[in-house]
């Protein structure tokens, strides 16, 4: 299986001489072409440090990373922007979607800046639609559609290009259940017919038992790793909140 992500003894610290923070310590991961991994953990464990690591925002204070073969620590910052755009896929919290442009043209924005051909454009976007279904509100600005559909718009345009590597930051945090529920089935059917590879940061633990594997980080360190295997679900949810309550704080959500 061809490896996407590869991070060896990534650290990261923070501030100056004499006020010095280490928010990551020694991290080592690899992430597998079709993986859809959950990264959990306290708050201020260290994995929003972790997530603009690979997202190329930030960069590790020592440690290599390869993304689809290429070094990420090394790139200089023109191919690091051309990189994002092929590579990456970002679904935020906060959607990002443009409020002048309706959410067919949020969508296919990353194509057109790419200039991909109008009628592959087309298909692609309806087989997008179909996945994610917001068919019916493709023609509609985001101020007029529901934070779930939001969101699922969101999705959509971050998967336009098909990114080697999709990244999502909280990505049901402003969500109800109903519509955390059909992102994650959305994002559950991207993996598992398209094979794509995603990871996602989430606080939520049935966000988390929808990943094929839950990486647990605390204090900067890898904690723990769970892998669903053949497990349900419900049987994966069980046993992620039993790791958090190993790392401590009150989780309750429903299965
Ligand atoms: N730019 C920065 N300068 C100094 N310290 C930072 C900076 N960014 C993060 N930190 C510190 O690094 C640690 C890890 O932060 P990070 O945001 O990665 O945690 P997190 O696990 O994502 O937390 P949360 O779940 O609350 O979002 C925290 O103690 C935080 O205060």
Redesign the pocket.
Same mark, same amino acid.
């Given at each position: 299986m061809k490896t996407i992500l590869q991070a060896n003894n990534v650290n990261k610290t923070? %501030?100056t001489k004499g006020n010095l923070?280490t @928010?990551l310590k020694n991290i080592n991961l690899s992430i597998s072409e079709g993986e859809y991994v959950g990264i959990m953990?306290?708050? %201020? @464990?260290?994995?929003?440090?972790?997530l603009n690591i690979f997202s190329t925002i930030d960069t590790p204070s020592s440690g290599e990373i390869t993304i689809d073969g290429q070094n990420i620590v090394s790139m200089n910052e023109e191919k690091l922007s051309d990189f994002r755009r092929h590579k990456l896929g970002f679904i935020f919290q906060d959607y990002n979607l443009l409020d002048t442009l309706t959410v067919k043209e949020n969508i296919l924005l990353p194509l057109a800046l790419s200039k991909v051909p109008a009628a592959e454009i087309e298909k692609r976007v309806e087989e997008i639609a179909d996945m994610f279904s917001i068919r019916e509100i493709l023609d509609k600005y985001p101020y007029h559609i529901s934070g779930g559909q939001k969101q699922r718009a969101a999705a959509s345009r971050a998967i336009v290009t098909n990114p080697s590597l999709i990244l999502a930051d909280e990505p049901t945090g402003a969500l109800d259940s109903k519509s955390a529920t059909g992102l994650l089935e959305s994002l559950s059917r991207l993996n598992q017919h398209n094979q794509a590879t995603i990871l996602m940061?989430t606080?939520d633990a049935y966000a988390a038992s929808f990943c094929n594997r839950v990486i647990f980080?605390n204090d900067?360190q890898l904690f723990k790793e769970l892998h669903k295997d053949g497990m349900t679900r419900k049987a994966f949810f069980g046993q992620i909140l039993e790791v958090l309550a190993m790392l401590g704080g009150g989780h309750h959500d429903a299965v």
């Open positions: 923070f %501030g923070y @928010a953990g306290p708050s %201020g @464990a260290g994995k929003s440090t972790l940061v606080h980080i900067g």
